[in-house]
């Protein structure tokens, strides 16, 4: 079993800046992916970013150079770094942890809520 902790939401300005933080525990896989999505009221969860455990990153293309996404596998932990924060950058975010190795290996974390005030 995998547990995810995602923390770091918050009400911040347009303009500002917020970091997630997700330290995943458990059976973790070696190779695998961390990511965030989001979901905002009446929207279908998308993926913002995500990180290989072999380096590639990858990012939806409405927060590239906004937002960075970096992990520390010495922790377990991968983290958002939003900045320029926009309002429609407003859902709850979700912390992703996967891997092909083993069918349905797939989890998330509980949500932490962005809202950006303009």
């Known amino acids: 079993q995998v547990h995810l902790v995602d923390s770091g939401g918050g009400l911040v300005q347009a303009g500002g800046s917020l970091r997630l933080s997700c330290v995943v525990s458990?059976?973790?896989?070696?190779?695998?992916?961390m990511g965030w999505y989001r979901q905002a009221p009446g929207k279908q969860r998308e993926l913002v970013a995500s990180h290989s455990s072999d380096g590639r990153t990858n990012y939806a293309d409405s927060v590239k150079g906004r937002f960075t996404i970096s992990r520390d596998n010495a922790k377990n932990a991968v983290y958002l770094q939003m900045n320029s924060l926009k309002p429609e950058d407003t859902a709850v975010y979700y912390c992703?942890?996967?891997?092909?190795?083993?069918?349905?290996?797939?989890?998330w974390g509980q949500g932490t809520q962005v809202t950006v005030s303009s």
């Open positions: 992703n942890f996967g891997s092909i190795l083993r069918p349905g290996y797939n989890y």
């Open positions: 458990g059976s973790i896989l070696s190779i695998n992916v």
